[in-house]
T-cell receptor, first 110, second 114 residues
Framework: RKEVEQDPGPFNVPEGATVAFNCTYS??????FFWYRQDCRKEPKLLMS???SGNEDGRFTAQLNRASQYISLLIRDSKLSDSATYLC???????????FGTGTRLKVLA | EPEVTQTPSHQVTQMGQEVILRCVPI?????FYWYRQILGQKVEFLVS????????KSEIFDDQFSVERPDGSNFTLKIRSTKLEDSAMYFC????????????FGPGTRLTVL
């Protein structure tokens, strides 16, 4: 099993749609979780941290399910500018090594 | 807003040459990282650095690689004898404290080995 696994997509959705991405991780001792956004040939930019209680930032909602070892990201009312690759990032337990998933590519269509 | 900077933005080199990639992390940050991303592939951890020494390194980070923080602001990645397969985007990142804080990335250096 890969350390951090994501569906690579692409997810092609119309503007205004709601889209959800999942990510699974293999190390049950992992302690911190993040979603990053990466535009083509640019650096990853932090979208949001993921907390056990779940958290929301505008149109974005992140959830963590420790029992099943997965993280989700929900984007509501998709905009054209949301088109990017969304990276799931996990910080392993007892380590400062951040593990990246392959990313899920989202394309929002007009 | 403070940011991580990297130079050069693009480096072209001949196979077998040494390259040094430079990063200036955010000034009050304590942990520093180098990552590699081969075109079309995922971001791969290379090395983490704290308190002037390597905290952790991946299997990619072999004897050809080294890191240094020579003057309290710069953080460098040296590749001693570049190979074709070293061609990639190299990202530097930093965090303010260990463990749970979010990483902030520099814009990257695109390394092309001919």
């Amino acid at each position: 099993r890969k350390e951090v696994e994501q569906d690579p997509g692409p997810f092609n959705v119309p503007e205004g749609a709601t889209v959800a991405f999942n990510c699974t991780y293999s190390n049950s001792a992992s302690q911190s979780f993040f979603w990053y956004r990466q535009d083509c040939r640019k650096e990853p930019k932090l979208l949001m941290s993921v907390y056990s209680s779940g958290n929301e930032d505008g149109r974005f909602t992140a959830q963590l399910n420790r029992a099943s070892q997965y993280i989700s990201l929900l984007i509501r009312d998709s905009k054209l500018s949301d088109s990017a690759t969304y990276l799931c990032v996990v910080l392993g337990g007892g380590t400062y090594k951040y593990i990246f998933g392959t990313g899920t590519r989202l394309k929002v269509l007009a | 807003e403070p940011e991580v900077t990297q130079t050069p933005s693009h480096q072209v080199t001949q196979m077998g040459q040494e390259v040094i990639l430079r990063c200036v992390p955010i000034s009050n940050h304590l942990y520093f990282y180098w990552y590699r991303q081969i075109l079309g592939q995922k971001v791969e951890f290379l090395v983490s650095f704290y308190n002037n020494e390597i905290s952790e390194k991946s299997e990619i980070f072999d004897d050809q690689f080294s890191v240094e923080r020579p003057d309290g602001s710069n953080f460098t990645l040296k590749i001693r004898s570049t190979k074709l397969e070293d061609s990639a985007m190299y990202f530097c990142a930093s965090i303010s404290a260990g463990g749970v804080n979010e990483q902030f990335f520099g814009p990257g250096t695109r390394l092309t080995v001919l």
